[in-house]
Structures are given as structure tokens and as C-alpha cells.
T-cell receptor, first 113, second 115 residues
């Protein structure tokens, strides 16, 4: 079946530190991979996505590369800001199974000044 | 901004009662899906509606039901509420046949507390 496993948090970093949040997946088909971000009290917002192997998604300084050989989609940012404090969710979707999204449990990030 | 709107934003119900949550999809999106997000967890797929028909369902009991209307808005109904139904209920819309891929866009959610 389909599933996502992501690094447990919480993660606390100082401003301008390098961020990595690990995400690995299991899929029966050829999924698309996503990172969503959730700010306190809000719904999920799409951060970036990649639809096939070796694609790199990027947005707002965040990047993630679809690695089929390691079934991974790790999220990275070179220099985090206080405003990046949020919960980050890795997700996959496989249109062949009806576009149901499978989410990881989320990683809470706190950036301190 | 996603354009997906949900109502109500917060509500409190008593165990055994019934609740209806509403969602308006983003303009031009014909597919709506519902997710349950328990505290500290990732969203779990409840079901999806495409052109007014349910076309996918997660591991939720039949007391979770839904509707989609001709304007693509949707309702989630939960009967016989249980304490464990307390969660954030998220609606997401998409339009897979419009070349936007399979990205889904979420609303702000409805917080349901069952007491």
C-alpha cells in the first residue's frame, strides 16, 4: 500500500540555520510527492511538489528532490527564518488509486531568533 | 489564497448528536475531498466526490457521509458522534482534468469538539 514516514519532531533551530526534514515513502504505483505547511490554527498550504523521479520542487527557499532509488523526498532550506515556524507534512498521491492523499504525521519546526 | 471556504470554523457537539460541515470549492474545481486531522496527527482521507458522486473512501464507518452539489460545493455529515470524532475536518478541492495535476488545495478547516 501507500504510506509516508517523516522525521519526528519537534525541531528547534536558530534563525539562519540549515533545515532538513526527512521523508520516505512506500507506494504501489508512480506517485506525486508533496510538502504541505500548516501554520497555527490554519489549514494546510501547498509548499512544493514533484511529480516524477529526479524532479526538484522548490518554493520560498525550500527544496525537495524526488528520489525514486531511495524512496525519499527530504525537505531542505539553507537559512530558516522565524516566520518558517510551522508544522510540515510530507504527502503522496497516486492518481491510479483515485487521488487519495497519504500524509505523514507532521514535523513541528520552531525557529528562534 | 486557496479559495476553498469551510463553515463553521468551530463547533461543539454532544456525543450521539449529528453534525453537518460545509465546503465551497475553489472556483473551477470539480473534485472535493474531506480529511480528518486529529490533534498532533496528519490528515486522514475520509472520502472524495467528483461530479456529485463518491469516487473514493478511506477507512471511516458509514456514519460519515457526504454530498456534492451541482455547483461542486460539498457537505460532510457525521451521525452518532463519538468523543474520538473530535478533530479538525479539512476540505480540499482539485480539478484533475484541468491540467493542474493532482494537487489539492485546502480550506482552513472546521474544528469539531465532541463532549
Amino acid at each position: 500500500g501507500n504510506s509516508v514516514t517523516q522525521m519526528e519532531g519537534p525541531v528547534t533551530l536558530s534563525e539562519e540555520a540549515f533545515l532538513t526534514i526527512n521523508c520516505t515513502y512506500t507506494a504501489t504505483g508512480y506517485p506525486s510527492l508533496f510538502w504541505y505547511v500548516q501554520y497555527p490554527g490554519e489549514g494546510l498550504q501547498l509548499l512544493l511538489k514533484a511529480t516524477k523521479a529526479d524532479d526538484k520542487g522548490s518554493n520560498k527557499g525550500f527544496e525537495a528532490t524526488y528520489r525514486k532509488e531511495t524512496t525519499s523526498f527530504h525537505l531542505e532550506k539553507g537559512s530558516v527564518q522565524v516566520s518558517d515556524s510551522a508544522v510540515y507534512f510530507c504527502a503522496l498521491s497516486d492518481l491510479s488509486t483515485g487521488n487519495q492523499f497519504y500524509f505523514g504525521t507532521g514535523t513541528s519546526l520552531t525557529v528562534i531568533p | 489564497e486557496t479559495g476553498v471556504t469551510q463553515s463553521p470554523t468551530h463547533l461543539i457537539k454532544t456525543r450521539g448528536q449529528q453534525v453537518t460541515l460545509r465546503c465551497s470549492s475553489q472556483s473551477g474545481h470539480n473534485t472535493v475531498s474531506w480529511y480528518q486531522q486529529a490533534l498532533g496527527q496528519g490528515p486522514q482521507f475520509i472520502f472524495q466526490y467528483y461530479r456529485e458522486e463518491e469516487n473514493g473512501r478511506g477507512n471511516f464507518p458509514p456514519r460519515f457521509s457526504g454530498l456534492q452539489f451541482p455547483n461542486y460545493s460539498s457537505e460532510l455529515n457525521v451521525n452518532a458522534l463519538e468523543l474520538d470524532d473530535s478533530a479538525l475536518y479539512l476540505c480540499a478541492s482539485s480539478s484533475p482534468d484541468r491540467g493542474s495535476g493532482n494537487t489539492i488545495y485546502f480550506g482552513e478547516g472546521s474544528w469539531l469538539t465532541v463532549v
